[in-house]
Nanobody
Framework: QVQLVESGGGLVQAGGSLRLSCAAS????????VGWFRQAPGKEREFVAG????????YYTDSVKGRFTISRDNAKNTVYLQMNSLEPGDTGVYYC????????????WGQGTQVTVSS
């Protein structure tokens, strides 16, 4: 199974932007769809956005529609999450995984990347 590594998190003020990257480690993405997920303190991991391999169709949770954009560059084995108009409620650890939308997917989840949005 492909292993994915997240990067790009940081501290940003409300209204700011960040771009997260999800890179395949050790092998290519192959034909995997990829999802971004986040986990806020004291909460369960939740789906944020997903993108299919075949036609790059995208999916978003309602709270990020119009603010976040997921994209992929198969040649670079990387999936991106562009996050604009960030809100304090977007704070959490962000993970990517080879599943379009399942936050409990049976996968060796990585360390994630911390996103902190200050008000």
């Amino acid at each position: 199974q492909v292993q994915l590594v997240e990067s790009g998190g940081g501290l940003v003020q409300a209204g700011g932007s960040l771009r997260l990257s999800c890179a395949a480690s050790g092998r290519t993405f192959g034909r995997y769809s990829v999802g971004w997920f986040r986990q806020a303190p004291g909460k369960e991991r939740e789906f944020v956005a997903g993108i299919t391999w075949s036609d790059a169709h995208t999916y978003y949770t309602d709270s990020v529609k119009g603010r976040f954009t997921i994209s992929r560059d198969n040649a670079k084995n990387t999936v991106y999450l562009q996050m604009n108009s960030l809100e304090p409620g977007d704070t959490g650890v962000y993970y990517c995984a080879p599943t379009i939308s399942d936050p409990k997917y049976d996968y060796s989840w990585g360390q994630g990347t911390q996103v902190t949005v200050s008000s």
